[in-house]
């Protein structure tokens, strides 16, 4: 079945400076790969999503690329600001109903 | 409000004890899943619904059980909770995409359940 590997854990950065998480999966029909937000305490929420026809997409602050023959896509925020601080999962999916995450990363944004 | 709502937010129980944990929505959507998730840890689904009558089990093994006789509603049951179940349990639903796309997933606010 499709595994889903997502580095770091935890990521610390100063605010203005950029963030990137990485994820890695193993099933090559995965074609589907969104990325959650989840504040202490909240639910997740979805930030930004990317199909497999498309390499790289942006929304204000943050972007996704995909990189379908190493089988890895990446979340880029640039200028992160203390409200960025949360934990971010990446996922992959093959079909249109099961989402397989990754483990998480802990981004803490410092003012 | 179109939203995910979810019974109870928080439970404390003890061993043995048959527990359903409620899950409605009212987004109008066919798809239903259930996580559990270690706070802050990773999601793991555990069950999923494609529309009424239709339930099929995730990744994770787990002993719970669900129904889904109406569409808006999907309740997870545990005949005989464990401190092993202790955990948090996320709701969220997804409606079809055209042509079979994806669609976003919307998660509840989830339950705390504790087993002592």
């Known amino acids: 079945g499709e595994n889903v590997e997502q580095h770091p854990s935890t990521l610390s950065v100063q605010e203005g400076d950029s963030a990137v998480i990485k994820c890695t999966y193993s099933?090559?029909?995965?074609?589907?790969f969104p990325w959650y937000k989840q504040e202490l305490g909240k639910r997740p929420q979805l930030i930004i999503d990317?199909?497999?026809?498309?390499g790289e997409k942006k929304d204000q602050r943050i972007a996704v690329t995909l990189n379908k023959t190493a089988k890895h896509f990446s979340l880029h925020i640039t200028e992160t600001q203390p409200e960025d601080s949360a934990v971010y999962f990446c996922?992959?999916?093959?079909?249109?109903?099961?989402?397989?995450f990754g483990a998480g990363t802990r981004l803490a944004v410092h003012p | 409000e179109a939203d995910i709502y979810q019974t109870p937010r928080y439970l404390v129980i003890g061993t043995g004890k048959k527990i359903t944990l409620e899950c409605s929505q009212t987004?109008?959507?066919?798809?239903m899943y259930w996580y559990q998730q270690d706070p802050g840890m990773e999601l793991h689904l555990i069950h999923y619904?494609?529309?009424?009558?239709s339930t099929e089990k995730g990744d994770l093994s787990s002993e719970s059980t669900v129904s889904r006789i109406r569409t808006e509603h999907f309740p997870l049951t545990l005949e005989s909770a464990r401190p092993s179940h202790t955990s948090q349990y996320l709701c969220?639903?997804?409606?079809w995409g055209s042509g079979g796309s994806y669609n976003e997933q919307f998660f509840g606010p989830g339950t705390r359940l504790t087993v002592l």
């Open positions: 969220a639903s997804s409606e």
């Open positions: 099933d090559s029909a995965s074609n589907y």
């Open positions: 990317i199909r497999s026809n498309v």
């Open positions: 996922a992959a999916s093959w079909d249109y109903n099961k989402l397989i």
């Open positions: 987004m109008g959507h066919d798809k």
């Open positions: 619904s494609y529309g009424v009558n």
